[in-house]
């Protein structure tokens, strides 16, 4: 179960909210979840998980680097399984629903715009906020 051998590198202790937080997150169709979002879908499952419960496993969670937390303008927070691969993010302004993308060109720019101004740029974060083009 590799849940397990996840919750234990992250440094916690392996019990059963844990597993079905983790599990859910893992196998989602939506990536970014909120823990209103997290916790329906257990119930759903017929998982009886409290929504403090959610909560606090999120936080802990984020904490323990599993997920990252986004506090979108407009919305909730939302969560998602910490990658090791770089994104950004676009949230449709009128739905909430969030699309993630990676281009090089904007990474490559946003590096040199910090070197212009004599830094390196060691971290960002780039979300746009976007609403469909009227056809």
């Known amino acids: ?60 969670f984020e904490t323990a680097g599993l997920v990252l937390r986004h506090n979108f303008e407009g919305g909730h927070a939302v969560f998602e399984l910490a990658k090791d691969e770089h994104h950004d993010h676009m949230v449709d302004v009128d739905s909430g629903k969030v699309v993630e993308f990676f281009d090089e060109l904007i990474e490559n720019r946003q590096k040199e715009i910090a070197a212009e101004h004599g830094f390196e740029l060691v971290d960002h974060s780039l979300t746009l906020y976007v609403r469909p083009l009227k056809k």
């Open 1 to 60: 179960m590799s849940e397990n051998i996840d919750l234990k590198k992250a440094g916690l202790k392996v019990t059963l909210p844990r597993i079905k937080v983790l599990k859910l997150l893992e196998h989602a169709e939506e990536q970014h979840m909120s823990a209103e979002d997290v916790y329906k879908s257990l119930l759903e499952t017929g998982d009886d998980v409290g929504l403090a419960t959610v909560y606090r496993v999120l936080t802990q």
